[in-house]
């Protein structure tokens, strides 16, 4: 099953290095996320809430996470493609098991995503981005990034499975984005002013992700609580999306 | 269903002695097929996709490549083998498709119409494929097609399947022997020789043409009779019924839904 799984890895990340329109619009949306919203809302890190804060550390999560869902919808779309092709039909008439099937193309997900926030990173130094707590902010802030992607990612291959459609592969990632929105994306909670989008953000999983990001990479020291609700958050929703994915690859 | 493709609602199957629901794995690993979609990553090259088939096979890494280069050879693919499967044509497409299903050395090959939308010559390369995996493996055949030519061709044993019931099985000729047998027809230069002729074998005739079933007679005894009676015609062909024939008489002459399954 590793092997197998390894092997469906492989062959996923040679099928993304070779369409690499598949991930550079992503990672330039990301990167241009991060600039536009530096630029313009970088002051409002003077409020007081923002404890001294810069804005920069602050909406690096955001570009992260958009990152994150845009390239973990690639994942359902490449199966789809496969299902479109009838290569994957001849896929599950090898001895491999369903769940390496899925599992593959999941992790090569995982590790472009990987790359990608890497490289969100270097363009964050070149813009002058300093963590205070040191190498462990970014250790973390990657490790719920993947986390987070490895999620996305089974989610985004259980509604391709499902669907079997690469329309609603795409529509069902793009549900996704009005949860960064709905969410503490751009101000901390207490600056959130509508009741009802508060509510959201408390229910909102991906304020957890933001959260735990923000812990490591605002503060002068690490906030432990919020660093480990965004990891739980993170590891939850993976084991539920695998086990979404193998659940609909099972049936298919 | 018998791919495992499909899960049974009811009722069981075996194919080459393991249980398709309970013993997926076992024919999974003794069947290959290749379905009339050909299921192929376009981005992959053709040698890529050989070696990861050999692999999930459970070969190891050296002994899926030496497979690849031999089936590549086998589908005369050598020279495209490291180009992207995209830029392939129908009929390569087609060929790598096949190599693809016979990499674990499958004991019975599942067929899909495999010819379907190719042109005449890819369509031949594909059926002396099909023949010497036959001839020199042993190799068992499962084919489905809707050219029944092909069928002929091929088959050893043919079932016709209308609205999904099997309606008529055996080999070629039994199922020609359905519609009748071979018939013989004949032109002369007169209406007169053709009446003597007509005569001469019980039959009626139509204006100068003659044809009759040629039953237990042979052709050599109908050249001679002929002789006897010093009528010559100007033309005389023997007719084999087809296949088209044995399909429209047993489906009732109705052109929905037919299928031809082989095997």
């Known amino acids: 099953m590793w092997t197998e799984t390894w092997l469906f890895t492989k062959r996923s990340l040679l099928t993304t290095i070779r369409n690499p329109f598949s991930f550079i619009p992503n990672l330039i949306i990301s990167v241009f996320f991060l600039l536009v919203y530096t630029s313009g809302l970088s002051s409002v890190a003077s409020l007081p809430q923002f404890e001294g804060s810069d804005y920069l550390n602050f909406i690096l999560p955001v570009s992260i996470v958009s990152g994150a869902v845009g390239g973990a919808g690639g994942t359902g779309q490449a199966l789809v493609r496969d299902i479109e092709s009838g290569y994957f039909a001849r896929l599950l008439l090898t001895p491999a098991t ?48 993947i986390g987070f992607g490895l999620g996305f990612a089974g989610y985004s291959v259980g509604v391709a499975l499902k669907t079997r459609n690469a329309q609603a592969a795409q529509a069902g990632t793009l549900l996704f984005f009005p949860l960064i929105f709905l969410s503490t994306t751009f101000v901390p909670k207490e600056l959130i002013e509508a009741e009802w989008l508060k509510v959201a953000a408390t229910f909102n999983p991906t304020t957890y992700i933001f959260e735990g990001m923000r812990a490591v990479l605002t503060q002068p020291e690490i906030d432990w609580g919020a660093l480990s609700a965004g990891l739980a958050v993170a590891g939850t929703m993976s084991v539920l999306m695998i086990v979404f994915a193998a659940t609909n690859a099972r049936g298919a | 269903m018998l791919t495992t493709l499909v899960r049974p609602t009811s009722g069981a199957a075996r194919v080459n002695g393991f249980d398709v629901v309970k013993q997926e794995k076992d024919v999974r690993l003794s069947i290959g097929v290749a379905l009339q979609e050909t299921g192929i990553d376009k981005v992959l090259t053709g040698r890529e996709l050989l070696v990861l088939q050999g692999r999930l096979f459970k070969m190891s890494n050296e002994e899926a490549q030496r497979r690849a280069d031999e089936l590549l050879e086998v589908v005369s693919l050598t020279d495209a083998a490291d180009r992207r499967s995209g830029t392939y044509s129908g009929g390569m497409r087609r060929r790598l498709d096949l190599a693809l299903t016979l990499v674990h050395r499958p004991t019975v090959l599942f067929l899909d119409e495999p010819t379907t939308g190719l042109d005449p010559a890819s369509r031949i390369e594909i059926w002396n494929e099909v023949r010497r995996l036959n001839e020199e493996f042993g190799t ?72 009759f079933e040629l039953r237990d007679m042979t052709l050599t005894e109908i050249v001679r009779s002929l002789d006897e009676q010093g009528l010559q015609p100007e033309r005389l062909t023997v007719k084999q019924p087809s296949l088209d024939d044995v399909f429209l008489k047993v489906t009732g002459e109705s052109y929905e839904g037919g299928e031809i399954r082989v095997d």
Do not use: C, W
């Open chain 1, 98 to 145: 369903r769940t390496a099937i899925v599992l593959g193309p999941m992790i090569a997900g995982m590790l472009q995503l990987l790359v990608q926030t890497l490289l969100i990173f270097v363009f964050a130094f070149l813009l002058g981005l300093t963590i205070p707590v040191g190498a462990a902010g970014f250790f973390f802030t990657v490790l719920l990034a």
């Open chain 2, 140 to 211: 068992t055949i499962f084919l489905t097609t809707l050219y029944l030519e092909e069928a002929d061709e091929l088959a050893d044993r043919i079932a016709i399947i209308n609205h999904g019931k099997i309606v008529s099985e055996g080999t070629a000729e039994e199922l020609k022997q359905l519609v009748g047998g071979e018939t013989i027809s004949m032109d002369f230069a007169t209406e007169s020789e053709a009446t003597l002729a007509a005569t001469r074998f019980h039959t009626s005739s139509n204006g100068t043409h003659v044809s």
